[in-house]
T-cell receptor, first 111, second 115 residues
Framework: SQQGEEDPQALSIQEGENATMNCSYK?????LQWYRQNSGRGLVHLIL?????REKHSGRLRVTLDTSKKSSSLLITASRAADTASYFC???????????FGGGTRVLVKP | DTGVSQDPRHKITKRGQNVTFRCDPI?????LYWYRQTLGQGPEFLTY????????KSRLLSDRFSAERPKGSFSTLEIQRTEQGDSAMYLC?????????????FGPGTRLTVL
């Protein structure tokens, strides 16, 4: 079963705009991770945020985590056509354990 | 390329046949995971290993599914008597459990089509 929901399910933006997607989860977590998946391919790890962290940055990516609301957001700044992909959040309840994924947000960046 | 490889990349089989997939993790990684992903959905956990020990199996993993990691390196996932509902992408991931972090690195997946 899925851990939670991603919102929106789909997002269409122009190149150069920012893309924001949200993830909600149901249970307490240890880590929350974001992955990108291009059509028909495997998942690429983007960023990990620990449950005691509130914000992390990596290049054009910014992730926030609000454990009181059981939610996270991923912001991609200055989007590029190459950012077109599905984005998934995934949580684990302890280090090394299985990941539980959301349903994903499909992002289309139009040139 | 994450360093995790899977073989084959695509498999088409007829209902009732057995199939086996292989995953080679990043060499120093001690944990190996199998997930299944159907179209438009997020991956769902199937099972995982620490070294050669299988630590957890999902209820999704029926008796027709078996996974092994005999020497704590590569792993195989076998599906016996395949059904059309088994059609999915099978993803393998690996991680190095050293601390409280748990980045899992995924392979390209094996896409199974059961006719």
């Amino acid at each position: 079963s899925q851990q939670g929901e991603e919102d929106p399910q789909a997002l269409s933006i122009q190149e150069g705009e920012n893309a924001t997607m949200n993830c909600s989860y149901k249970t307490s977590i240890n880590n929350l991770q974001w992955y990108r998946q291009n059509s028909g391919r495997g998942l690429v790890h983007l960023i990990l945020i620990r449950s005691n962290e509130r914000e992390k940055h990596s290049g054009r990516l910014r992730v926030t985590l609000d454990t009181s609301k059981k939610s996270s957001s991923l912001l991609i700044t200055a989007s590029r056509a190459a950012d077109t992909a599905s984005y998934f959040c995934a949580t684990d309840r302890a280090a090394g354990n299985k990941l539980t994924f959301g349903g994903g947000t499909r992002v289309l960046v139009k040139p | 390329d994450t360093g995790v490889s899977q073989d084959p990349r695509h498999k088409i089989t007829k209902r009732g046949q057995n199939v086996t997939f292989r995953c080679d993790p990043i060499s120093e990684h001690n944990r190996l995971y199998w997930y299944r992903q159907t179209l438009g959905q997020g991956p769902e956990f199937l099972t995982y290993f620490q070294n050669e020990a299988q630590l957890e199996k999902s209820r999704l993993l029926s008796d027709r599914f078996s996974a092994e990691r005999p020497k704590g390196s590569f792993s195989t996932l076998e599906i016996q008597r395949t059904e059309q509902g088994d059609s999915a992408m099978y993803l393998c991931a690996s991680s190095l459990l050293l601390s409280i972090r748990n980045e899992q690195f995924f392979g390209p997946g094996t896409r199974l089509t059961v006719l």
